[in-house]
């Protein structure tokens, strides 16, 4: 209904990649972490990275469907790591640059992003500001020639491997929006330097790292947009990054019933396959049912997207549902796994680390509940 032979057409050539190119390294890179240089440069061959951008710097032209079909086959990637370093690429690092970016940064920084020559991350939070993001202290100060950034960044996913940051610092002491600037920040640049890759609890395949800047000079050409402005421009791409959840959260979920149901079929308990009782399979049914309910919702997005309305309302609550949701049932999967469920070997022990953060990262479920409530007026 909402995808036609050329969307299935690319669908099947995501879902080989994924088939042959991730899932069989998964295991592995759970233990070493994804090689991205290596990862995004087969994608960026094959015209994965860039699926909305310009086909000037090497994008698809492609629309928010297109876009839709990728984010919901890079879902079905056993593990939520890779997935994740992917979006930060697509979704999260470069949408500013393609919305907002000079020329000279669209060539020198989308470009190879797209291509899948450069890693990119997004660098927003620090240590003192999550949730509200305006308390950051990292500070970029207009010189003679270029900004002069000082000071840390904490979380950064890609923050390890990554070629240059997208990178939102202060650059006024004033309280409002508008003392912010978004820049591109090489990571070359004398002065930067990762302070620490972080251990998590999930998410093993992909890199979270802290990050320092001690006097790093940001050429003045590296600015995204206008340097008070920033702010508004990261509101703007936090928007893409937040929908990028959505679909492949779909896809995990169904995953991840799809295979709580083949083993329940086949563990016999008291005498009979545990499908057999009614309470886990109405469960089941329970999750699938939401599940269809937070596909509709983003395909609802997709549709305000196309014709260019402001989703920020359905994002946040699809956002916000789909935290919620996944962390229940990968949590209610393992519980019908019993005790090999809790075994690392057991793949349902692997989503139920990878989707705790869905809920804190990007936004956390407290945070999409109070853009819902201003929204509506309250
Ligand atoms: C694995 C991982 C990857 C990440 N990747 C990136 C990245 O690539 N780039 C980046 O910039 N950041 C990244 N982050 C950071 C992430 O976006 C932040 O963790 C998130 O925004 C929350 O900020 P905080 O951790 O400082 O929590 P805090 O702001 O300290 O909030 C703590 C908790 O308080 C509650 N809370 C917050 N605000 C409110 C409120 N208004 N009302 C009620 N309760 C509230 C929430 O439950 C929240 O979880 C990542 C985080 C993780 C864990």
Known sequence: ????????????????????????????????????HDLFKKMGDLGFLGIRYDPKYGGGGLDYWFETVMLEEIGHIKGMGVSTAIAVQTNMATPAIAASGSEYLKETYLKPAIAGDMVCAIAVTEPDAGSDVRAMKSRAVKKDGYYLLNGSKTFITNGVQADFLTLLARTDEGEGYHS????????????????????????WSSDTAELYFDDVKVPLENLIGDDREGFIIQMKQFQHERFAVLPGTCSAIQDMIALTV?????????????????????????????????????????????ENLDATREVSMGKLLAGQLISEVASGCLQMFGGVGFMNETL???????????????????????????????
């Open 1 to 36: 209904m909402y995808f036609n032979e050329t969307h299935d057409a690319f669908r099947a050539s995501i879902k080989k990649f994924v088939d042959k190119e991730i899932n069989p390294h998964m295991s592995e890179w759970e233990q070493t972490t994804a090689p991205l």
């Open 262 to 306: 083949d083993y329940l079929r086949q563990r016999i308990v008291f005498g009979k396959p545990l499908i057999t009782k009614q309470v886990l399979r109405h469960r089941l049914a329970d999750w699938i049912t939401r599940n269809e309910a937070l596909r509709q919702l983003t395909y609802h997005i997709v549709r305000l997207k196309m």
């Open 348 to 378: 349902i022990s692997r989503y139920f680390r990878d989707v705790r953060v869905m809920s804190i990262g990007g936004g956390a479920d407290e945070v999409m509940l109070e853009i819902v409530s201003r929204i509506e007026g309250f």
């Open 180 to 203: 912010f600037g978004l820049f591109v920040v090489p990571t070359n640049l004398k002065g930067f330097q990762v302070s620490k890759k972080l251990d998590k609890i999930g998410l």
